[in-house]
Antibody
Framework: QVHLVQSGAEVRKPGASVKVSCKAS????????IHWVRQAPGQGLEYVGL????????TYAQNFQGRVTVTGDTSTSTVYLELSSLRSEDTALYFC??????????????WGQGTVVTVSS | DIQMTQSPSSLSASVGDRVTISCQAS??????LNWYQQKPGKAPKLLIY???ILETGAPSRFSGSGSGTDFTLTISSLQPEDVATYYC????????FGGGTKVEIQ
């Protein structure tokens, strides 16, 4: 069965960095994009960026460029999201998700359970 | 960047009612449009992909239509378990979500 399992909750002070992991299992991880999406408390879904495991490339939403780094380790089937210069507005639930079709940018059919990141002094 | 606008932001309807949610893209996106259902405290669930294709396991009372810039999600007969927030998402280029529509039972 296909699963994405994320790391646990994190608390950071403003200005710090955080790194969240997403471990995939149950499918050939090199074929499907992995995406990051976040949701602030009581708010909607906001797209962060993606990792293409076939090419090893990343693409980020404009709002996050310069502060976000997404990396992947195909040997452990794990993708990482690192967000730096944290501010209170980054407090959110962060999800990873998989594109449903290999090598395609399409629907997100499998999601991680979410990781709460709290930024507070 | 392509912006997605959903309407209404919330709605309240009775069990058995037909419910429609609209989603508009800031530029043409062909049929590169997905719909998700999210219940409180849970990850979103893919309902409809490529604008009109029902995801495996999704109830047949859900349907999607549209292409270009205007899209619709329809629930043909609202059920209590459909209480959730629904999001559209384009994938013509880097994905982007609409603001969401919260559906409640009257």
């Amino acid at each position: 069965q296909v699963h994405l399992v994320q790391s646990g909750a994190e608390v950071r002070k403003p200005g710090a960095s955080v790194k969240v992991s997403c471990k995939a299992s149950g499918y050939t991880v090199t074929y499907h994009y992995i995406h990051w999406v976040r949701q602030a408390p009581g708010q909607g879904l906001e797209y962060v960026g993606l990792f293409n495991p076939t090419s090893g490339t990343t693409t980020y939403a404009q709002n996050f460029q310069g502060r976000v780094t997404v990396t992947g380790d195909t040997s452990t089937s794990t993708v990482y999201l690192e967000l730096s210069s944290l501010r209170s507005e980054d407090t959110a639930l962060y999800f990873c998700a998989r594109s449903q079709t290999p090598t395609e940018l399409d629907g997100f059919d499998v999601w991680g359970q979410g990781t709460v990141v709290t930024v507070s002094s | 960047d392509i912006q997605m606008t959903q309407s209404p932001s919330s709605l309240s309807a009775s069990v058995g009612d037909r419910v429609t949610i609209s989603c508009q893209a800031s530029q043409a996106i062909s049929n590169s449009l997905n719909w998700y259902q999210q219940k409180p405290g849970k990850a979103p669930k893919l309902l409809i992909y490529d604008a009109y294709i029902l995801e495996t396991g999704a109830p047949s009372r859900f349907s999607g239509s549209g292409s270009g810039t205007d899209f619709t999600l329809t629930i043909s007969s609202l059920q209590p378990e459909d209480v959730a927030t629904y999001y559209c998402q384009q994938f013509e280029n880097l994905p982007a979500f609409g603001g969401g529509t919260k559906v409640e039972i009257q």
